[in-house]
């Protein structure tokens, strides 16, 4: 699957709500690994970005399906940003 795939691809958890959208990527183009995932609302007023490890991820296809439910999403971005340390990050565009 090619990265411009990836983006734009909306986001759902496990109980079919709909989170919002890929934004960006975080990986090793060499390796072909997908380190992280950033999910963005979208909402005009209230954009919040989400990211998720491939852990969380439980299939991809004409959605992205996590294995997480939405009440716990906030919560599980809280602990990871508190847990990484701040790293580079490889962006792509379409």
Do not use: H
Request: glycine share 8%; hydrophobic share 35%; no cysteine.
């Amino acid at each position: 699957m090619k990265v411009s795939e990836f983006l734009g691809k909306k986001v759902i958890d496990k109980n079919a709500v709909e989170i919002g959208k890929v934004t960006d990527l975080d990986l090793m183009p060499k390796e072909g690994i997908i380190n992280s995932i950033t999910v963005s609302t979208g909402e005009m007023w209230r954009n919040k970005s989400f990211e998720f490890k491939p852990d969380d991820i439980n299939q991809i296809g004409d959605y992205l399906l996590l294995n997480l439910e939405i009440s716990g999403t906030e919560e599980v971005v809280e602990e990871k940003e508190e847990e990484e340390k701040p790293k580079k990050r490889l962006k792509l565009g379409k």
